[in-house]
């Protein structure tokens, strides 16, 4: 099976400082919707993990997220694909939860819900240190783009082995379908 695993702010819509709490505060990033299309029309399977701590925060509640990742799957069918699934991690930075990214839960999760034993040769795309990071710890292969907070994350100089970077999810999902 052929499984991709995206982060979601940043990597397929704007991400913003004051969060992302309404469908129409969801707005996709140029061509990532279509990127993402492109990817399940090949037969792969996409699966978003995402933080979202605006929940534990009382700026949005699960009803509006799930509003939201309507908007966002709504987008994708009309570009001709699908997302497989939506994991997200609800909790706070003093929650200590184990899903919360860079804390590799959620990817644990998606090995589960997949029957697969590891993740192993699975990439995982974000643009934070965290994504990257749970991303590796859960032995995916990380990628790194550079929108959102991608060009800070490079600027870190702190990705993890073997990160490979790219301008934006198009251009990724591009190399994978030319790698396969
Ligand atoms: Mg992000
Ligand atoms: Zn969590």
Redesign the pocket.
């Known amino acids: 099976m052929k499984l991709a695993i995206l982060?979601?702010?940043?990597?397929i819509n704007q991400?913003s400082d004051a969060f992302v709490k309404s469908p129409d505060e969801w707005i996709a990033l140029p061509g990532s919707v279509e990127a993402i299309a492109r990817l399940s029309r090949a037969g792969w399977r996409v699966v978003i993990a995402?933080n979202q701590s605006g929940i534990a925060r009382g700026l949005f509640s699960m009803d509006t997220l799930n509003a939201i990742h309507t908007k966002l799957r709504r987008e994708v069918i009309h570009a001709g694909g699908m997302v497989d699934a939506i994991f997200i991690c609800p909790h706070g930075p003093d929650d200590g939860c184990a899903c919360r990214k860079p804390k590799p839960g959620m990817f644990l999760d998606i090995a589960r819900r997949y029957d697969m034993p590891d993740l192993s040769g699975v990439p995982a795309v974000?643009?934070?240190l965290r994504?990257l990071q749970a991303a590796a710890m859960a032995g995916c292969n990380p990628w790194l783009v550079l929108t959102?907070?991608g060009q800070k994350t490079q600027n870190t100089g702190e990705l993890p082995a073997g990160t490979r970077v790219a301008d934006n999810l198009a251009a990724v999902v591009n190399t994978w379908l030319s790698e396969e």
Request: net charge negative; no cysteine; aromatic share 0%.
């Open positions: 982060d979601r702010d940043g990597v991400d995402s974000g643009d934070s994504d959102g907070n």
